[in-house]
């Protein structure tokens, strides 16, 4: 199956472009039921849109043209959603419906990282110019509280290494050695 000619992600994305199923779609019948389905749909569709999501970071990379991309064309795909949602919703109330209340919070598929250059990111990482560097860091080994202690199993083995025995506990000399 060939793509749509005329569909500007299909032309944007290529080869990475992507269907999360179930796709929008408005009932037929807009009714309690049919409102409560659609919503447990759009939410499937996130769910499915954020291990899309993972897997295009994976292969592509967080910061890539593709991840920008992917993530504007689900922004449209989730606006139709909340578009038909809406619609369901105010059928099914004009025709006397009692809808449960939901509230679709999307899930966070992936945190995203502010860059360096991101101007929404202000403050969060300081300006860089010819600041001296402060200096060398060091640990303060002089107090006990940072000395750490050897182990006990290290000691044991150390214990062992170090002692041997002395030939004449024995009651022979050259202990080990054998001869020809």
């Not at 080869?15 to 409102?35: G, M, Q």
């Not at 759009?42 to 899309?52: D, L, V």
């Not at 995203?112 to 402060?134: A, H």
Request: charged share 25%; net charge neutral.
């Amino acid at each position: 199956m060939l793509a749509d000619p005329n569909d500007k992600w299909a032309n944007l994305l290529g080869h990475a472009n992507f269907t999360i199923l179930p796709e929008p779609y408005v009932p037929e019948v807009c009714n309690a039921f049919s409102v409560k389905l659609l919503m447990d749909d759009w939410q499937q569709a996130r769910n499915n849109y954020a291990k899309h999501q993972v897997r295009t970071a994976e292969h592509y990379g967080a910061t890539s043209k593709y991840y920008l991309l992917t993530g504007q064309k689900w922004a449209e795909i989730d606006a139709e959603w909340k578009s038909n949602h809406d619609l369901a919703k105010s059928h099914a109330v004009a025709i006397g419906q009692e809808l449960e209340p939901t509230s679709p919070a999307e899930p966070e598929p992936l945190s995203k990282m502010p860059t360096l250059n991101d101007p929404k990111s202000q403050g969060k990482f300081p300006k860089l110019g010819d600041e001296d560097i402060v200096g060398p860091m060091f640990q303060i080994k002089e107090s006990p509280l940072f000395q750490k202690q050897p182990s006990k199993k290290r000691a044991f083995f150390k214990f062992l290494a170090d002692w041997r025995f002395p030939a004449s506990l024995l009651g022979r000399s050259n202990v080990g050695v054998r001869s020809h």
